[in-house]
């Protein structure tokens, strides 16, 4: 049975095209892009809730889940920017953390491949041999992270220094939250990256809490971008619920690193308003800052501001809604039909074969 | 050069310190060429106003822990060049008993010093770890390690700073950056100008100071243990100067343009203090040659001594893996 | 008769060593307000104060070089590693500096690292492993594997006592699928002994951590079905290993299988099938075999997980193998 396509096109506008034009000096997406970044930001969404609220409960995942809700503008504004539909030459690459589920469908999975892969099924990205957001697909130009977050800033450096060593103008995009960064990982990463002005957007997605470890107590700065000084790099703190401040920041960032002017840290400010995985609760988060962060939902926002522009309407968007609901219907469906692994299964991929 | 109020006999002790420091080291480098050094021989000349600078600041109290351009740190603590000598024959009387070589080696209950091993970095959370026990134990001590340019690269520096910042630990990372990691200069290492911009990075004080300056390092440090003292947490202080000799004894720097070591030349911290001492009347040339001439004979005495001393025996190998009687505590008595 | 499980007993140990002895913290992620991520350390922030339970930044390596600093100064700190997975984070820290630091100058390092270890419950490859064998092959390290709430109670206290660095690994499945009456004086249980679970006259089983149960089992079938008595032995303990226990069974028995959760190559079960063949070949009356995950990273799919890892029935086929000769 072959795998449903997702029903909207793969975000346009990155093939070398402009983004978008600029007003008073800020990249401002055009209208698709506009309507593109509400869907996937919908969509993540709703896909999450599924696989958090529905199938983890109804005992359907095995293993944890980690979801990024409140923080989809993060990655929506900033995979917007992601070159895609080249080649090896022409495309950018990724390398998303556990909060990144948009960064995943904006490269090309689809909902149903994202549950089979949390399902742990042989169809799956990683045929059943690692669970929830351990996903990566070079053909989609992402990089699997693992668990030991900070390593893969390093990775990412690397994958950018092929693209000084080629002589092209493709960017890496690297993802993680502020605790990574207290990681002797993430200083080794970024100190390389600076030094050989290589061509990485750092983006981090400062949600507030690591596990129960609250920011005040993994940096003594205010704000992780005033480390970017320490490594000679420029570094900016925006609203991370601002799905368009995240488009712009990320498109200068982009910019600079296609002109060769190196890496940027970008810090995004949003916040965690779910545990830190499904079975935990959060309950040494202060429940007035759930309040007060869900009065800021990055998706009713950008809703609000679609529908003052007359972009969309109310009934587009119950249109839109329903259209997702009944692709994860599908997508569950499917997933939930493709076959475990063999056991013997196991054995195979250790090495080149 | 400014004196910050420090008095005559300080002065002239620190100067002693400088002088002894180069000539330990003068005397290695002879051995090393004469092929009695086993293994690598790391010098620190034009360097030797952070070491001896730094450890001059500290109370005998305070944690001390060396890297290997810090021998003369180790002196200020009261290690003896026999020690050192010992440790770079690979002797049995040696504070590790010929386990290991160099500076390798500390001892905390008799001389608040802890020994490094050769991975860059790892000295960072290790101090902020032994101030912050310090703390709990109700005791008054701040702790002060080194690194170099190249170290600040790696991984610990970061993880074991912003710790320090994080839980406010009195830590005094003292960054020598002497232009060059091995063949790697500055500007290959990292993207500032000066590593003190770090400090802000991990929301602690930081300040960039002259190395070769002794007394601006030796303020610059007393500045840092108050701050500490006042649980305002750690301190960057960057101390710039020249590596004057290759990475280790068998490198020939070629990979260091020539102009460079001649102007450094003339900026080199004992010529410094000696014209300083020399103006403000605290010593005469020919009293401060005379304390070359005094340190001379008991350290040619020291190195003949270490030359004659035993090799550790055979079954030393097997020893002090685990706790086992000799091994209970540093061995080494440090009188 | 009140029970306590596995993670309560860890929980106690600490509780009573921090009680007892002003020396010993715990530093960590999510160990103070979180009170730990499997609940080890619950209470104990509000118990002991932040200064004694630490919630640090995501530093695996900070957390263990700062533990040896503090050790240095006369502490008794205890480094958590939220996985154990984790802790090649800070491999250079445990291999270079704190198992070292005594033998060249004397300075032990009285620290204790541990976290959960070990699969079964659909972690995936960075939340299952088993890392021992990385610091049964350093000198200076020890690690222990408690495999009963007993045991895991007297070894945290052994361990956060001992002068020597040690690596006690917990068994995150056994955690609270275990618990036993335990006894309400202080007691300890030493390092480098072995404690044989069941005795037997036919074969013996050598075993650690949560392989301890599915051992039982074959052994219980094996006399069930068989006859077959089976001697099995929990090392507890695999730096040092208690060479004494496991050779005198070797002899007494002449069959000797190894049952690990740890992967095959480099296994501890190679390095004892190497001790018995060099101390005891002559009392040998088969080869010594054994029972192992394969050489592959702990997969996530939950057939994947069952092929990888050791259960009873795989146990029960080597037993009957060596049985035979």
Known sequence: ????????????????????????????????????????????????????????????????????????????????????????????????????????????????????????????????????????????????????????????????????????????????????????DWHEGINFAAVMKLPVIFICNNNQYAYSTPVSRQMAVRHLSERAPGYGIPGETADGNDVLEVYDAVGRAVARARRGEGPTLLEFVTFRMTGHSAHDDAGYVPKALFAEWERKDPIRRFEKDLLGRRLVDAAALRGMEARIEAELDEAVAWAEAQPYPEPRECLVGVYHE | MKNPGLPRERLLAMHRFLRLTRMVEEKLSVLYRQGQILGGLYSSLGQEAI??????????????????????????????????????????????????????????????????????????????????????????????????????????????????????????????????????????????????????????????????????????????????????????????????????????????????????????????????????????????????DELAAPLEEAAREAQESPYPPPEETLKGVYREPGYEEPWWPAP | MALTTYVEAIRQGIWEEMEADERVFILGEDVGIYGGAFKVTEGMLERFGELRVIDTPISESAIVGAAIGAALMGMRPIAEMQFIDFISCAFDQITNFAAKNRYRWGAGVPIVIRGPSGGGVHGGPFHSQNPEMYFVHTPGLKVVAPATAHDAKGLIKAAIRDEDPVIYLEHKY????????????????????????????????????????????????????????????????????????????????????????????????????????????????????????????????????????????????????????
Not at chain 1, 144 to 165: C, E, K, Q
Not at chain 3, 193 to 204: H, N, V, Y
């Open chain 3, 174 to 325: 056994l955690y609270r699928r275990i618990k036993e009456e335990l006894p309400k004086e202080d007691y300890v249980v030493p390092i480098g002994r072995a404690a044989t679970r069941r005795e037997g006259r036919d074969l013996t089983i050598l075993t650690y951590g949560a392989m301890l149960y599915p051992s039982l089992e074959a052994a219980e079938t094996l006399s069930r079905e068989q006859g077959i008595e089976t001697e099995v032995i929990d090392l507890r303990s695999l730096l040092p290993l208690d060479k004494d226990a496991l050779l005198t069974s070797a002899r007494k028995t002449g069959k000797v299988l190894v049952v690990h959760e740890d992967t095959r190559t480099g296994g501890i079960a190679g390095e004892i099938a190497a001790i018995v063949n060099e101390e005891v070949f002559d009392y040998l009356d088969g080869p010594v075999l054994r029972v192992t995950a394969p050489d592959t990273p702990v997969p996530y799919s939950p057939p994947l997980e069952e092929f990888f890892l050791p259960n009873k029935d795989k146990i029960l086929a080597a037993a009957r193998r060596l049985a035979a000769y």
């Open chain 1, 1 to 184: 049975m072959a795998r449903p396509v997702s029903a909207v096109p793969k975000p346009a506008g990155t093939k070398r095209a402009e983004t978008g034009a600029a007003t008073e000096g800020r990249l401002a997406p055009g209208d698709a892009a506009l309507l593109t970044m509400l869907h996937y930001m919908k969509l993540t969404r709703a896909l999450e809730y599924r696989i958090e609220r529905n199938l983890y409960r109804q005992g359907k995942i095995v293993g944890g889940v980690y979801v990024g809700r409140g923080q989809e503008a993060i990655s929506v504004g900033a995979a917007m920017h992601i070159r895609r539909g080249g080649d090896e030459s022409h495309d950018d690459i990724v390398s998303p953390s556990h909060r990144d589920m948009a960064v995943f469908l904006m490269q090309g999975f689809t909902p149903a491949l994202v549950l089979a892969q949390y399902m742990g099924r042989r169809t799956g990205p990683t045929r059943g041999r690692d669970g929830n957001m351990h996903m990566g697909d070079l053909r989609h130009r992402l990089v699997a992270f693992i668990s030991h977050l900070g390593d893969s800033i390093p990775v990412a450096a690397g994958t950018a220094l092929t693209f000084r060593m080629h002589g092209t103008d493709q960017a890496s995009f690297c993802f993680f939250g502020e605790g990574a960064a207290s990681r002797g």
């Open chain 2, 51 to 292: 070491s001896v600078g730094t450890a001059c600041a500290l109370e005998p109290t305070d944690l001390l822990a060396p890297m290997i351009r810090n021998i003369g740190s180790l002196l200020v603590r009261g290690v003896t060049p026999r020690d050192l000598f010992l440790q770079f024959l690979g002797r049995y009387d040696a504070p590790t008993h010929g386990k290991d070589g160099t500076l390798h080696f500390g001892n905390v209950p008799r001389r608040a010093l802890i020994g490094p091993i050769s991975h860059l970095g790892t000295l960072i959370p290790v101090m902020a770890g032994a101030a912050l026990a310090a703390r709990m134990r109700g005791q008054d001590r701040v702790a002060l390690t080194y690194i170099g340019d190249g170290g600040s690269s790696t991984g610990d520096f970061h993880e074991g700073l912003n710790l320090a910042a994080v839980l406010k630990i009195p830590l005094i990372l003292v960054v020598e950056n002497n232009g060059y990691a091995y063949s790697t200069p500055t500007e290959r290492q990292f993207r500032v100008e000066s590593l003190a911009a770090r400090g802000p990075a991990y929301g602690c004080a930081s300040e960039s100071v002259d190395g070769t300056d002794i007394l601006t390092v030796h303020a610059a440090t007393r500045r840092a243990l108050e701050r500490g003292r006042r649980g305002e947490g750690p301190t960057l202080l960057e101390c710039r100067a020249f590596r004057m000799r290759g990475h280790a004894e068998h490198d020939d720097m070629r990979y260091v343009p020539p102009g460079l070591l001649e102007a450094w030349k003339d900026r080199d911290p004992i010529k410094r203090f000696e014209a300083f001492l020399a103006e403000e009347g605290h010593a005469t040339p020919a009293a401060m040659a005379a304390v070359a």
